[in-house]
């Protein structure tokens, strides 16, 4: 079946330490997007790709780092520059059409807490 | 970034009606969008409106779309306790970016 995978589902990270969230989606799609949520937040952009080696910054990048070597996967990374960095992770991906929105589709998230 | 808004929490009894209502700022979206999404999981795409429509009806889903006041609701029939989630509305742009709601938590009662 077709879909987007996130891995892991649970990841613990020390202090000082660099920690990367794996997604890999199958559907062909263009686009690939991170996103942060936080309870009673909703969901907040992190890093958007529309093509590979190609990426933008959402409203929240300042600590995340991401890759886009190949069409399929979109690891985030984050850094120890971010400073709050529990939260929960979700990854999604679109086709691109010009002029016309197109639904997102979403992994089942990547809980990261600090140890 | 553009403006959704959604009440936090809404409480219903099983077999009722819910009602989950959200306003938008952005005219030139195509669509307009509806996510569930359960406990500890990523969001599931329930249904989508095309801008140009008033409602939409998928089974127990009915969506109704007021471009004129920017007013989305979803409409939920006979709520089961399996209907327990949040559900988030959400507009895109014509640049592939989505703007969320903070998400509507949905409490059935049995």
């Known amino acids: 079946d077709g879909g987007i995978t996130q891995s892991p589902k649970y990841l613990f990270r020390k202090e000082g330490q660099n920690v990367t969230l794996s997604c890999e989606q199958n559907?062909?799609?263009?686009?690939m997007y991170w996103y942060r949520q936080d309870p009673g937040q909703g969901l907040r952009l992190i890093y958007y790709?529309?093509?590979?080696?190609?990426?933008q910054k959402g409203d929240i990048a300042e600590g995340y780092s991401v890759s886009r070597e190949k069409k399929e996967s979109f690891p985030l990374t984050v850094t120890s520059a971010q400073k709050n960095p529990t939260a929960f992770y979700l990854c999604?991906?679109?086709?691109?059409?010009?002029?016309?929105?197109?639904?997102?589709?979403f992994g089942d998230g990547t809980r990261l807490s600090i140890l | 970034g553009e403006d959704v808004e959604q009440s936090l929490f809404l409480s219903v009894r099983e077999g009722d009606s819910s009602v989950i209502n959200c306003t938008y700022t952005?005219?030139?979206?195509?669509?307009l969008y509806w996510y569930k999404q359960e406990p500890g999981a990523g969001l599931q795409l329930l249904t989508y409106?095309?801008?140009?429509?008033d409602m939409k009806q998928d089974q127990r889903l009915t969506v109704l779309l007021n471009k004129k006041d920017k007013h989305l609701s979803l409409r939920i029939a006979d709520t089961q306790t399996g209907d327990s989630a949040i559900y988030f509305c959400?507009?895109?742009?014509?640049?592939?970016?989505?703007?969320f709601g903070t998400g509507t938590s949905l409490t059935v009662i049995p």
């Open positions: 999604a991906s679109s086709e691109i059409e010009l002029d016309i929105d197109q639904p997102q589709h």
């Open positions: 559907l062909n799609h263009d686009a």
């Open positions: 790709s529309q093509i590979v080696n190609d990426f």
């Open positions: 952005d005219s030139s979206s195509t669509y």
């Open positions: 409106i095309f801008s140009n429509m």
């Open positions: 959400a507009e895109g742009d014509t640049g592939n970016q989505f703007y």
